[in-house]
């Protein structure tokens, strides 16, 4: 004969190996995706249009900065200034890997690879971007020359990063992307002011 204490064990341990299976659920619901990133953030639907126009833009955005940071090897007379275009390569590379992955992963397109984005004309109005004209005087230019050039175009150019992160960090959706918002402003704005204390150096 089952005997009521019996019954009352048996339902206290379907009881509590309910609760562990409850509690093992909402833990695995707390997991991280890409950059620490909350599960919520990575999953369909978690990003909106300007987490899209973001890294549309900012991609060409950095290609650009990139563009202009590579001449500095070569060109610059500055120990400085060379310093500050390894550190903005160095930077802004793997953020344009980010972005792009983020784009194929929301199954938007991301820009062509390959495109020359300083001299595409649907970028020149971007904020920040250089023109042809700019770009083509800065690969002219070289020593002394070089530097002032380099400094006061990265300068706008920076100006006009952070003025897009600024836009994504008050519209944007995605966690990834706002946390990338975080550091272009951070970064970008230190490197404006120390641009501008070279620049008042030459």
Do not use: Y
Request: net charge neutral.
């Amino acid at each position: 004969m089952i005997t009521s204490h019996a019954i009352r064990r048996a339902a206290l341990g379907a009881a509590t190996a309910s609760a562990v299976v409850l509690l093992a659920a909402c833990g695995g619901e707390k997991h991280t995706g890409a950059h620490g990133a909350p599960a919520a953030s990575v999953t369909t639907g978690a990003h909106n249009a300007q987490d899209v126009t973001f890294a549309q833009g900012m991609i060409p955005h950095h290609q650009q900065a990139l563009e202009m940071a590579r001449l500095a090897s070569g060109h610059a007379s500055s120990a400085a200034v060379k310093a500050l275009a390894a550190r903005i390569e160095k930077a802004q590379d793997p953020e344009i890997r980010a972005m792009t992955g983020w784009l194929k992963s929301w199954g938007e397109e991301p820009p062509m690879a390959g495109m020359d984005h300083s001299r595409h004309d649907g970028m020149a109005g971007m904020s920040g971007m250089m023109s042809a004209d700019d770009m083509t005087a800065l690969e002219k230019s070289t020593g002394a020359t070089f530097d002032k050039k380099f400094l006061t175009l990265m300068i706008a150019h920076h100006q006009g990063a952070v003025e897009m992160a600024n836009t994504e960090k008050a519209k944007g959706r995605d966690g990834r992307a706002t946390r990338m918002a975080d550091d272009v402003i951070a970064a970008q704005s230190a490197e404006i002011k120390q641009m501008k204390g070279l620049l008042a150096e030459k």
